[in-house]
Structure formats: structure tokens, C-alpha cells
């Protein structure tokens, strides 16, 4: 199977030769054809399924076939972060790139000189974090009362960071008659009762929600909270890291791992909210060209970071929920490619543990080191639970799930 069964514009179909991809994901799968009989959508998908180019390809076909005069804005993508955003805009330049279509991208922490000149201009793409696009809509510096085709991405998200209210405004602004997309990595009674007025009788399709990629191995290691500085640096000194994303929970620890590890000799930086885009957008680059190997990162770098090279995730501190762990994991493991998932854990995460382990159908293996300090008793949960007769010994996890 491959993209020629669904016809779309020969210009696309050069896109798509030119950046590589030969076969559809099943994500890309299911949407593209209901995308292109101009179904709306309810897409369950998370990172690493393929799940921008499953909307961006088919609304780039309808946008090149059912062409209008004059410079309006036609299809409007909505996105929780400036990393996000970007990373769509970066798919629709790829893809679009012997199209005559133009996408910009409109988000805070940066100056709204760039972003006004591009919106008077006009393009037919806005990608877009809901509060700036209302604050330029509100300066007059856009307009989108002729889109056609509106698109929310990651709407669980947008909704845990607040950003409903200004949604609702947006999607007063724009026309009733359209095409709405909606996709999340879950879809909850709260989600429908938000967005369902929103969309008209949507199609529903889904692609491996909560599996990581069966190229990730995972591994927990049993640590008390102050001894964890000591262990990352026992954990590193272990492995022979291409490109290592370490997970806290707060900005003030990234920046602490981050100086510990300098202080150490690796070449590191944090990433998190208190940087300003420039600077978290540099970081990113050194990052992707290998001039930082470790970042350590909040997690706002764990959706809508796309670096195929991550080899390994550590996390630092234990993600509040199974979810958010699948999340920052699916950093790694991409394209084919092999990652380890490391995870330092205190007697406090028993709990997410245990949700963890039910999401991979299999325990976790415990690694204990022997030549460690431990300076207190291990927790109870470095003994791996009992497996069900139904599953196997091995405790390296290895899930399946398309990219």
C-alpha cells in the first residue's frame, strides 16, 4: 500500500517522493480518505503516528482543487505550543513545496512584527496557539471568517493549559459551514461535551492510543529522591548516549541536572517555560545537530518534539500518569530506530508504576546496581510484580505501534 490509492495532486504526490515517504501509517490510513469526502473528524492519535501529515495532505488536495480567488485564509491549524506549531508548519513547507499555498505560523514569546507582515500579506495557512492568534485578530492583522477547513490539534492539551476560552472565541470567528478536524491522544466525556457542537456528525478513528514503539526497551531503577543526582550520573556513565532528553518535573531541577552535568563534563543545556522562544528554539537546534548530546527538559518538550536521533529518555522524576510516560518515551524509538527508556523511581510512584506496567501488558525490569551506595533500604517496588499465566518471563517491553 502506498499514497498513490488516494489521488492527490500530483504537486503533493512530488512533495511526498521528495521528503521520503513511501507508505501511509495507519493513522494516515483511516483519515485521508474521510478527510477528502469532507467528513469532520475525531482522530485519537499521539505523537509519532504520523498524525500531522493524516490532515495535512489531504487538506493541502482540497485546498489545490477547489481553488478561490484573492489571498483569504482557508484552513487555520490551532496547537498548545510554539514547538508544535512549528513542527506543522515545517510538515506543510515539506509537503507543500511545489505548491503555490503559504502557511504561517503565529504564537507568543516572540515579537509580532514577522507574524503581522505575513497575515497582511495573506496566506491560505494559519498555524496558530489560540491567544496570539487573538491578539492579532484583535489588532486587525488577521482574519478568519473564510476558513474552510479548521483543525485542533492535541485538544486534550489545549484544554489542560486553559486555553478553552479562547478557542471558543475562535471558533465563534470562524464560519459554521466547515470542515473541523479534532485530534487528541484521548477523548473524554469532557472533550465531547466542549467540542461536540462544534463538529457535524464527525467519523471517529483511532491509531494505537497508549503503546509505545516496540523498538523502545524500558528499565526502571530504584533510587531514593536524594541519592538521584548520583544515580543519573552512574546511569550515563553506563551507556554510550548518541542524544540523551532527560525529564524533570520542574524548571528549577532541568536547570540543576543540567549544571550537574556540565559540571561533570557533558556537553548539556535545560529547556523549559522560563526561556524565551529564541532561546528554547536555539537549544532545540543544537540539540537536533548534535552540539548539546544531554537536554533536560520539562514537559513541555515531551509533545511536538520531533527528533528522530533521541536515544535514550531518562526520566528524572516520575511523570504524574501512564499517559504523560508514553508521552515523553515517544521520544525515542523513532523511524526505526532503537531507544531505552530509563526511569528513576522512589517508593512514591508505586502507583504510576503499576499504570504503566497495565498500559504495556508486562512488568518492567527492576536494575539494581551492585556497586552503588544505596543509603537506605530499596523500595518495595524494585521486586517485579508477579506475571499472569498469560504472559511471557521477559520483562523488556516490546509493544507495538506504527510510526
Request: proline share 6%; net charge positive; with cysteine.
Amino acid at each position: 500500500m502506498n499514497f498513490d490509492r488516494f489521488e492527490l495532486d500530483a504537486r503533493i504526490k512530488r512533495g511526498l517522493h521528495g521528503a521520503g515517504y513511501e507508505k501511509p501509517t495507519p493513522i494516515q490510513s483511516a483519515a485521508i480518505p474521510l478527510v477528502l469526502e469532507g467528513h469532520d473528524l475525531i482522530g485519537t492519535a499521539q505523537t509519532g503516528t504520523g498524525k500531522t501529515a493524516a490532515f495535512v495532505l489531504p487538506m493541502l488536495h482540497k485546498l489545490l482543487t477547489q481553488e478561490k480567488p484573492g489571498k483569504h485564509t482557508r484552513m487555520l491549524v490551532l496547537t498548545p505550543t510554539r514547538e508544535l506549531a512549528e513542527q506543522i508548519h515545517e510538515v506543510i513547507k515539506v509537503l507543500g513545496k511545489y505548491t503555490p499555498l503559504r502557511s504561517a505560523t503565529v504564537y507568543g514569546g516572540v515579537g509580532m512584527a514577522e507574524q503581522t507582515k505575513a497575515l497582511k500579506q495573506g496566506v491560505e495557512i494559519i498555524v496558530a496557539c489560540p491567544g496570539r492568534l487573538l491578539d492579532q485578530i484583535d489588532r486587525g492583522n488577521g482574519k478568519i471568517d473564510q476558513i474552510e477547513l479548521l483543525v485542533l490539534d492535541e485538544a486534550d492539551r489545549m484544554l489542560d493549559m486553559g486555553f478553552w476560552p479562547s478557542i471558543r472565541k475562535i471558533m465563534k470567528l470562524v464560519p459554521k459551514k466547515r470542515q473541523t478536524l479534532l485530534f487528541s491522544a484521548t477523548f473524554t466525556t469532557k472533550l465531547e461535551e466542549m467540542f461536540g457542537e462544534n463538529l457535524h456528525h464527525p467519523k471517529r478513528i483511532s491509531a494505537n492510543v497508549e503503546a509505545p514503539a516496540s523498538t523502545v526497551a524500558h528499565a526502571l531503577y530504584p533510587v531514593s529522591q536524594k541519592l538521584k543526582p548520583d544515580m543519573l550520573l552512574r546511569v550515563l556513565k553506563d551507556m554510550t548516549p548518541r542524544s540523551v532528553l532527560i525529564f524533570t518535573r520542574t524548571k528549577i531541577r532541568a536547570d540543576h541536572v543540567a549544571q550537574q552535568l556540565k559540571h561533570a563534563g557533558y556537553v548539556a543545556d535545560a529547556m523549559h517555560a522560563n526561556k524565551n522562544q529564541k532561546e528554547r528554539q536555539d537549544t532545540l537546534d543544537r540539540f537536533r545537530s548534535g552540539a548539546i548530546h544531554i537536554l533536560a527538559a520539562t514537559d513541555i518538550a515531551a509533545r511536538g518534539l520531533d527528533i528522530e536521533s533521541i536515544s535514550h529518555v531518562i526520566n528524572y522524576d516520575m511523570p504524574d500518569s501512564a499517559t504523560s510516560y508514553i508521552h515523553r518515551i515517544g521520544r525515542t524509538g523513532r523511524a526505526a530506530r532503537s531507544g531505552d527508556a530509563l526511569t528513576l523511581t522512589t517508593w512514591a510512584d508505586q502507583d504510576v508504576v503499576r499504570d504503566i506496567e497495565k498500559i504495556l501488558g508486562t512488568p518492567i525490569e527492576r536494575k539494581i546496581l551492585p556497586d552503588f551506595p544505596y543509603d537506605e533500604p530499596l523500595p518495595k517496588e524494585c521486586a517485579p510484580p508477579e506475571l499472569p499465566k498469560t504472559m511471557s518471563g521477559r520483562h523488556t517491553v516490546t509493544v507495538r505501534r506504527r510510526l
